[in-house]
């Protein structure tokens, strides 16, 4: 997969809904009742973060959820990427990004989700082909203002702002011309994955899913 197909494919899973659920799963026996939950509330793309033990195994689980599209984030070495697509992710997320990590995500065709922060990031991505990029740490890296001054420059990127997002501010993203979706954790918060309050859960993605 060339730079360009993968970016193009990651532009497509962020346009099928506002909001990408940027999930921690500690029990893969919840994950695919969490996957039911936030695609029956209109939030298909799933990014299970690889921070747990559980990751893996409840991506294995979530693969097998109709209508989902679920991904691995927090890839960080070519070992994470070949785990990811082992386990059935069909996508992939990373905080950043460096020539190994890219080369793997290619090499697997696995459509990746670069992390980028800074104007020359941004514009190492564009010359090697990729024109959707993760925003990241989003609010600690100056938030929407900042996002929306790389617009101006860098016409050609667009990005899934992650990192602080939250019913707070999720609209002064979702309005800048160069955010395509965001990543957001409050849309599963633990207590209910923990109360398997599916319902509630659904609820929250029916909302999210709503925004623009």
Do not use: H
Request: aromatic share 4%; hydrophobic share 50%; charged share 20%.
């Amino acid at each position: 997969m060339t730079p360009t197909e993968a970016s193009a494919r990651s532009l497509e899973i962020c346009r099928l809904a506002p909001v990408i659920p940027v999930l921690t799963v500690e029990d893969a026996a919840t994950a695919a009742d969490l996957a039911r939950a936030l695609v029956a509330g209109g939030l298909p793309a799933l990014e299970v973060t690889l921070r747990t033990p559980a990751a893996l195994e409840a991506i294995r689980e979530m693969a097998g959820v109709e209508g989902g599209v679920v991904g691995a984030g927090t890839l960080l070495t070519p070992k994470d990427v070949q785990a990811a697509v082992d386990a059935g992710a069909r996508f992939g997320v990373s905080p950043g990004a460096t020539d190994r990590l890219l080369d793997a995500a290619e090499e697997a065709g696995l459509p990746l989700l670069p992390g980028a922060v800074t104007p020359s990031e941004v514009m190492r991505l564009l010359e090697r082909g990729y024109t959707t990029m993760k925003f990241f740490p989003a609010e600690a890296s100056g938030g929407a203002p900042a996002l929306k001054a790389f617009a101006g420059p860098l016409p050609r990127a667009v990005f899934c702002p992650t990192g602080g997002v939250s019913l707070k501010n999720v609209r002064d993203y979702l309005s800048l011309p160069n955010t395509v979706c965001v990543g957001g954790s409050w849309v599963a918060p633990a207590d209910k994955v923990a109360a398997t309050d599916w319902a509630g859960i659904e609820t929250l993605a029916r909302e999210a899913a709503a925004l623009s």
